[in-house]
C-alpha cells in the first residue's frame, strides 16, 4: 500500500508518541495495549502519513526482554520508520538490540545516542537516564558525543528528542525532571555553540507541556497509557489516547496533539 509523504522539498511530518509502559505485572495491561493499539493504528492512517516517528522513552515499564516482545508486536506494526530513545524505566541496551537506532558516533560508548539522516529534518536521539535514580541526568561524555555529532552538519535543521525535558514544567507538582540541575548545563554548553538544532522533543512527565531551552522551543507529549496521563487533555480525549503530529514546512515546526 502506497503512503502520501508531505512532498514539499524541506518539509517533514514527525509523529511522536511516548510513554506506553506496557507491564505484565500491572493490572492495567491490558488497557495499555489497547491504548498503544490504537495510536499505532491511527499514525497508520494519517494522510499524509508521517516520514517518521519516534517514541520518547519508557517503551515498557522496568524493561526485560519480554516486554519489549510484548510492545513489539503492537509496535512492529507501524509502517514507517520508528525509532525509539531510551526512558528511565527502559533498558538502553534492549532498546538498542529490538528498535532501530541510527548512526552512532561513540559505539563503545555506554550510552545511546545516535543521529538519523535521511530526511529533511536531522534528528538526534539522546540518552537522559541515570544510573541511580529515576530523574534525567546528563554529563560531559553524552554532551562531547552530541557536539560531535552536531559539528559533523551544521547546514540542516536538527532536532533533539530525548526522554527527560530540560525546562521547568511549570504547572506541574515536579517542575524539574533532572536530578542535578546543574547537568542540564553540559546540555545547555552544547547548544549554545549550534543554532542549527530548532526544537527539543521529550516525554517523561506523561503531560502536554512547552517551554524552552536557551530560546529553543522544547515540548512533552501526554502518555500513550491513559491511566498514567497528567495535565489537561483536548476535547474528547478523556476516554481516548493522544499522540503528537509535529510538521516541519521547511522553517519552523507547527504541532497538534491527535486524539486517536
Ligand atoms: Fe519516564
Given at each position: 500500500m502506497a503512503y502520501d509523504c508531505?512532498?514539499?522539498?524541506n518539509a517533514m511530518i514527525i509523529a511522536q508518541i511516548s510513554?506506553?509502559?506496557?507491564?505484565?505485572?500491572?493490572?492495567k495491561l491490558e488497557d495499555r495495549l489497547k491504548d498503544l493499539r490504537r495510536v499505532v493504528d491511527d499514525i497508520n492512517n494519517q494522510?499524509?502519513?508521517?516520514n517518521i516517528v519516534i517514541h520518547t522513552g519508557?517503551?515498557?515499564?522496568?524493561?526485560t526482554q519480554e516486554k519489549y516482545d510484548m510492545a513489539l508486536t503492537i509496535?512492529?506494526?507501524?509502517?514507517i520508520p520508528l525509532h525509539v530513545c531510551a526512558g528511565n524505566r527502559d533498558d538502553r541496551n534492549l532498546i538498542a538490540a529490538n528498535f532501530q537506532t541510527g548512526r552512532d558516533v561513540?559505539?563503545?560508548?555506554?550510552f545511546l545516542q545516535y543521529s538519523i539522516d535521511d530526511y529533511p529534518v536531522r534528528l538526534i536521539a539522546l540518552d537522559t537516564t541515570s544510573a541511580i535514580t529515576n530523574m534525567g541526568d546528563y554529563c560531559r561524555e553524552r554532551a562531547d558525543t552530541l557536539n560531535r555529532m552536531l559539528a559533523e552538519e551544521r547546514q540542516k535543521p536538527t532536532v533533539l528528542f530525548m526522554h527527560h525535558p530540560p525546562f521547568e514544567i511549570v504547572d506541574s507538582k515536579y517542575p524539574f525532571q533532572f536530578e542535578d540541575w546543574d547537568t542540564v548545563t553540559y546540555l545547555a554548553g552544547v547548544l549554545k555553540k549550534n543554532e542549527h538544532v530548532k526544537q527539543l522533543f521529550c516525554g517523561h512527565t506523561h503531560r502536554c507541556s512547552n517551554g524552552k531551552i536557551l530560546g529553543i522551543p522544547a515540548s512533552t507529549v501526554p502518555s500513550i497509557a491513559i491511566d498514567l496521563r497528567l495535565g489537561d487533555v483536548p476535547e474528547g480525549a478523556e476516554f481516548a489516547p493522544v499522540y503528537q503530529i509535529h510538521k516541519f514546512d521547511g522553517t519552523r515546526f507547527k504541532s497538534k496533539t491527535v486524539v486517536c
Open positions: 508531505y512532498d514539499s522539498l510513554d506506553s509502559h506496557i507491564d505484565p505485572e500491572s493490572d494522510d499524509p502519513a508521517p519508557d517503551v515498557v515499564h522496568n524493561g509496535l512492529g506494526d507501524v509502517r561513540s559505539p563503545r560508548s555506554d
